[in-house]
């Protein structure tokens, strides 16, 4: 959760937080550049499913 160029975490929690079938899990680290700060984990019943629903991600939120 976040971004490499150091944007705020919390900017990105409310479109990591509308994703169906989406857990966030932060590490309570300290947002800086390139920080890993948390991930978002996706579950969906098929691999299909899940297909459509990581194609549907935010852009602030898709993976890299």
């Known amino acids: 959760v976040g ?3 150091g944007e705020p975490v ?3 929690l409310a479109d990591a937080a509308s994703v ?3 857990s966030i899990h932060l590490y309570g680290k ?3 550049a390139g920080r890993k ?8 019943e098929t ?6 629903l990581v194609d549907a991600l935010p852009e602030s939120i898709r993976p890299a």
């Not at 700060?37 to 969906?44: E, K, Q, S, Y």
């Not at 691999?47 to 459509?52: D, G, T």
């Open 30 to 32: 300290a947002p800086r």
């Open 3 to 5: 971004r490499d160029d």
């Open 37 to 44: 700060v948390g991930h978002l984990t996706v579950t969906a």
């Open 10 to 12: 919390a900017a990105h």
């Open 47 to 52: 691999y299909s499913q899940l297909e459509i």
């Open 20 to 22: 169906h079938g989406a």
